[in-house]
């Protein structure tokens, strides 16, 4: 009963060990098999005869908690296992049997190692539906490595710092001048020109816990790096800072036990992984009809000197009624708006092949998600 129910002492040791688990099959319709509506990039959203009209996967997971008592407190250690099947004709192959380790960390005296969510985040949509549209900061199922340390101060205070991997944060660098901006372009292959992992993302919160439900406010800072110009061009632009911060709060409601609202904001600047998570949106009707949005940290050029940074905003809300014990349902929504630097969307409308929009073409973008 010291860490509640589920936990039980493994035999002839003082270590408690929880088991957990679950099972998951879904079918969808206007979406890849993931569950990605087709507007967030890749074949599908190109609606023509290559394209899949529905998709299926199945998806299991095992978990193991286990902890014991230290004269530095609690030892924990915590691992998630999950594999998943996706169905050979939405693949357009054999099927995807795919083991994935979503969590795999430590945690002990403050400290937190391995595997997990990122601690600039706060809210994301998963709880509250399977699509996970995600319209805000969110290292996603799969999680990051962190090296992290949290303080309490008591009365639910607490803050914490992070060393945090770039393989989460890092979104393409778009390098205009290497093969031009296509149709391919948009629906996810985008030329990246991303450099390798320099430092580690710094991430930081201050959050409050209470029994009226939560609140946090966090920022990131992030390095933006590239490549080279392009092909026999040894040299390149400079690394450059990019940077997030958010807040966000969670409240019980009065009177309805399991009933919250939560919302999240945030606002970056070459940091848009913890802005929201697509990196294109797009639309395509065979190929006579195109809608595009990129998502990037930033766009260079031969012709420039340095990065050019990309700015974005988001805001997402959701409110979860309990029903009873067994049943609950949620409404959500989130918007995202992104604005590219004057100089950075010369540099895409100069490059832009294909598409009969090169002259006067303006990149900033919308978009907004809701459901239930």
Not at 111 to 132: I, Q, R
Request: glycine share 16%; with cysteine; hydrophobic share 35%.
């Amino acid at each position: 009963s010291l860490y509640g129910a589920g936990f039980y002492y493994i035999p002839g040791t003082d270590m408690c060990l929880k088991v957990g688990g679950y099972l998951r099959v879904q079918i969808e319709t206007g979406a890849n098999n993931g569950g990605l509506p087709d507007i967030f990039g890749g074949t599908q959203a190109q609606h023509n005869r290559f394209s899949n009209e529905y998709g299926y996967r199945a998806r299991g997971a095992v978990t193991f908690d286990a902890r014991n008592q230290t004269e530095y407190g609690t030892l924990r250690s915590y691992f998630n296992l999950q594999l998943e099947h996706v169905d050979a004709a939405t693949t357009g192959g054999s099927a995807a049997d795919t083991p994935n380790i979503d969590r795999a960390f430590i945690q002990f005296a403050g400290f937190t190692f391995g595997l997990t969510d990122s601690f600039y985040n706060f809210l994301s949509f998963a709880p509250y539906n399977y699509g996970n549209t995600q319209m805000s900061g969110d290292s996603g199922a799969l999680g990051n490595p962190v090296w992290a340390y949290t303080a309490q101060f008591g009365n639910g205070l607490s803050a914490s710092i992070s060393a945090e991997s770039q393989s989460h944060s890092k979104r393409t660098v778009l390098d205009s001048g290497a093969g031009g901006i296509t149709a391919a372009t948009t629906m996810g292959t985008a030329t990246s020109d991303t450099g390798g992992l320099r430092a580690p993302d710094v991430v930081g919160n201050i959050r409050v816990d209470q029994p009226w439900g939560s609140a946090q406010i966090m920022g990131a800072h992030h390095i933006v790096n590239t490549t080279y110009y392009g092909a026999g061009i040894v040299n390149g632009p400079s690394d450059e800072s990019g940077w997030a911060i958010g807040g966000g709060l969670k409240l019980s409601i009065p009177g309805m036990p399991g009933d919250l609202f939560a919302m999240q904001a945030n606002y970056g600047v070459g940091a848009m992984r913890y802005v929201a998570a697509p990196g294109f949106v797009g639309t395509q009707q065979g190929a006579s009809s195109l809608g595009y949005g990129i998502l990037t940290d930033g766009v260079f050029n031969i012709a420039g000197t340095s990065i050019e940074l990309t700015t974005g905003w988001s805001i997402n809300a959701v409110y979860q009624h309990q029903w009873n014990k067994a049943w609950k349902t949620s409404l959500y929504g989130g918007y995202v708006g992104v604005e590219y630097s004057t100089n950075a969307n010369a540099y895409i409308c100069a490059d832009i092949v294909n598409l009969a929009v090169a002259t006067g073409c303006n990149n900033n973008f919308s978009f907004w998600s809701a459901g239930s």
